[in-house]
């Protein structure tokens, strides 16, 4: 809901067509915002229009060939297949629906902060499965249709094929902060990818004279204010303490222009040879 990342892409000037999807309406302005039975709203606010969108429902949606707001593609896949003597819908493997999916799968029930309450969530071990449901949404987002996939994490059990070979994927491709990218904050967030590089900082923590942490646990609280003499948790709850999640979950905008401006010239590149 935030649209960094699908900002940042736009300002890269490459992609025609980006997209954020999420249960909330975006933030800042958009083209259009698309609903589930695939009715917009144009935002007449916006100065100019740049081939942005947002998708207010399940990002799952997105996935699905046969759903309104992928009409477009549906139309251009059947004049494909009548071109090629093809016929009805794509079988599997399908082709992919998106060039390039960085999914940020709800980490409620799967981040390490939240550890101490693994065991009520975790159905093996008698809790109510709440870990197992966020695991099947994370899959999905891995298995998302996409050419280039990228998913990203805090560390938690997703990661931990050692200690939680029940529930977790694999170890991530990379680790990263947002500092490595400009952005004064502590908050390790795990890659895991699907033919895309990894990421290279452009920053070093000397570059700040000062770092927050965006965490619970680990005594985050406490480490700020011996750091810095300042707390953080005071610009996270400025709208109470239910706004906290909101702001932890955000994608620090370094953190997404690097993700865009790195991948896109990636992906560029990749086009480019393709078509040599």
């Known amino acids: 809901m935030s649209g960094e990342v699908r900002d940042a892409l736009a300002e890269t000037g490459y992609w025609d067509e980006m997209w954020s999807s999420d249960i909330l309406t975006t933030e800042k302005p958009v083209d259009a915002t698309v609903f589930p039975d695939g009715s917009l709203v144009y935002d007449t606010t916006s100065p100019v229009r740049n081939g942005t969108f947002h998708y207010c429902g399940d990002v799952l949606d997105l996935f699905r060939w046969d759903h309104p707001v992928n009409g477009k593609r549906r139309q251009e896949w059947d004049e494909h297949s009548r071109t090629h003597g093809w016929a009805g819908m794509p ?21 390490q ?5 693994w065991k009520h969530k975790d159905a093996t071990r008698g809790g109510d499965g709440r870990m197992q449901q966020g695991a099947a949404f994370f899959m ?5 249709p996409g050419k280039y996939v990228a998913v990203e994490n805090p560390r938690g059990v997703m990661g931990l094929p050692g200690t939680q ?5 694999r170890r991530p491709d990379q680790i990263v902060q947002p500092w490595m990218f ?9 890659l895991w990818t699907r033919g895309l590089p990894l990421l290279v900082a452009t920053h070093s923590k000397e570059d700040y004279p000062e770092l927050f942490r965006v965490a619970t646990g680990g005594g985050s609280h406490r480490t700020d204010w011996k750091r810095t003499g300042k707390s953080n948790n005071a610009w996270e709850d400025r709208k109470g303490r239910a706004f906290r999640k909101i702001e932890r979950s955000r994608t620090p905008p370094g953190f997404a222009r690097a993700m865009a401006s790195q991948w896109t010239a990636f992906i560029r590149e990749q086009e480019r040879q393709e078509a040599a």
């Open 165 to 169: 070979p029940h529930v977790a994927y």
């Open 182 to 190: 400009g952005d004064p904050l502590v908050k390790e967030t795990c």
């Open 113 to 117: 902060a939240g550890a101490v309450y």
């Open 140 to 144: 999905r987002m891995v298995k998302a």
């Open 91 to 111: 079988t599997a493997p399908f082709p992919p629906l998106w060039d390039l999916i960085i999914g940020h799968p709800p980490c409620d029930h799967l981040s």
